[in-house]
């Protein structure tokens, strides 16, 4: 996560790492929890079992579930590393990072789209083909 996101300016210590990595994984599964039972329901032990398809030689599950990860965290750590000076600069750099962890969590919530795509079928059992889908009441 570390070489991949950009976070603090090496300011972040391994223990804030792990504990934002940890917490990248629980919000993972929370988010997936539907989709991770019928996937399993299904027979598919692992993400690797989930699709064969690839990018770069990585199982496409499985990269997608790094990203979820890698972005959760990435928020957690941009909304935890804030500036404790009152000035106006430091206020202004506390939106900046507020404004960069909604970023990280916008991605991570389009990874988690992307990964319950797979496998995903409508009620007649057609596979689905979209992501940004609507309901109108």
């Known amino acids: 996560?570390?070489?991949?996101i950009r976070i603090g300016e090496g300011a972040?210590?391994?223990?804030r790492l792990i504990?934002?990595?940890?917490?990248?994984?629980?919000?993972g599964l929370r988010a997936l929890a539907d989709w991770r039972?019928?996937?399993?329901?299904?027979?598919?032990?692992?993400?690797?079992?989930?699709?064969?398809?690839?990018?770069?030689?990585?199982?496409q599950a499985e990269l997608l579930w790094r990203?979820?990860?890698?972005?959760?965290?990435?928020?957690e750590l941009a909304d935890m590393h804030v500036d404790?000076?009152?000035?106006?600069?430091?206020?202004?750099?506390?939106e900046e990072k507020r404004d960069t962890a909604d970023v990280y969590r916008r991605k991570a919530y389009d990874?988690?789209?992307?990964?319950?795509?797979i496998g995903a079928v409508d009620d007649a059992q057609r596979a689905v083909a979209t992501r940004n889908?609507?309901?109108?009441?």
Do not use: C, K, M, W
């Not at 996560?1 to 991949?4: E, F, K, L, S």
């Not at 990203?67 to 928020?75: D, H």
């Open 111 to 117: 990874a988690v789209a992307d990964l319950r795509l």
């Open 67 to 75: 990203r979820v990860v890698t972005f959760y965290a990435a928020a």
């Open 84 to 94: 404790v000076s009152a000035t106006d600069e430091a206020i202004d750099r506390d």
């Open 1 to 4: 996560v570390r070489q991949r």
């Open 133 to 137: 889908r609507i309901e109108l009441i």
């Open 19 to 27: 504990a934002a990595i940890e917490g990248g994984i629980l919000s």
């Open 37 to 59: 039972s019928a996937r399993a329901l299904e027979g598919a032990a692992s993400l690797a079992e989930v699709t064969d398809e690839t990018i770069n030689n990585t199982n």
């Open 12 to 15: 972040v210590s391994d223990e």
